[in-house]
């Protein structure tokens, strides 16, 4: 089965711009979860979906930041206005359970200029 | 709360050398667990994980880990480093069901290997 897949790769956006990131998660997987990198930093938690129904969004860290997921499959992160402390690398995430294991797609690579 | 700790931020070896890369973990149970890698400009691969039975685990690339209830920890090893395996490494915990969705890394061991 395809894993999962992101897109673009990479962006590079400049300081106060939009950019929105994609996220097509495995086929069958209800629960897609985002995750960031920012420069330097952890790897943490932004949200989690159960379908299209948003079950955690405890890691988004600002009201710049809106996550969608309409039908329940592909999901999308804008992210406006775009502000240099975005850059990072955007990782989402798909599961069968909410208790099984999370696969990883490649990850979006954002600079902000 | 829970979290995960590696405490080597950067480790460098030489090629051909043994390779231990340390995580120790804080959560109210046993927790899945996971080794993940991410070479430059390349995503996340999950090298191996642990759910339950032995305690042992093998691992793509020539990795194990071993899982250590008593410390708490769930180190990484390999006996003979190849360059390639010059890359990032996040031990991760997680996720637990209805309580804990996400997976939660550790802060990643850089590792260097000197041919």
């Known amino acids: 089965e395809a894993g999962v897949t992101q897109f673009p790769s990479h962006s590079v956006i400049e300081k106060g711009q939009t950019v929105t990131l994609r996220c097509d998660p495995i086929?069958?997987?209800?629960?897609l979860y985002w995750y960031r990198r920012v420069m330097g930093k952890e790897i943490k938690f932004l949200l989690h979906f159960v379908k299209e129904s948003k079950q955690d969004e405890s890691g988004m860290p600002n009201n710049r930041f809106l996550a969608e997921r309409t039908g329940g499959t592909y999901s999308t992160l804008k992210v406006q206005p775009a502000e240099l402390e975005d850059s990072g690398v955007y990782f989402c995430?798909?599961?069968?359970?909410?208790?099984?294991?999370?696969?990883f797609g490649p990850g979006t690579r954002l600079t902000v200029t | 709360a829970q979290s995960v700790t590696q405490p080597d931020i950067h480790i460098t070896v030489s090629e051909g050398a043994s390779l231990e890369l340390r995580c120790n973990y804080s959560y109210g149970a046993t927790p899945y667990l996971f080794w993940y890698v991410q070479s430059p400009g390349q995503g996340l691969q999950l090298l191996l994980k642990y759910f339950s039975g032995d305690t042992l685990v093998q691992g793509i690339k020539g990795f194990e880990a071993e899982f250590k209830r008593s410390q708490s920890s769930f180190n990484l090893r390999k006996p003979s480093v190849h360059w390639s395996d010059a890359a990032e490494y996040f031990c991760?915990?997680?996720?637990?069901?209805?309580?804990?969705?996400?997976?939660?890394f550790g802060p990643g061991t850089s590792l260097s290997v000197i041919p």
């Open positions: 995430a798909s599961s069968r359970d909410r208790s099984g294991e999370q696969y």
């Open positions: 086929s069958g997987h209800d629960n």
């Open positions: 991760a915990v997680g996720p637990l069901g209805t309580s804990y969705d996400k997976v939660i």
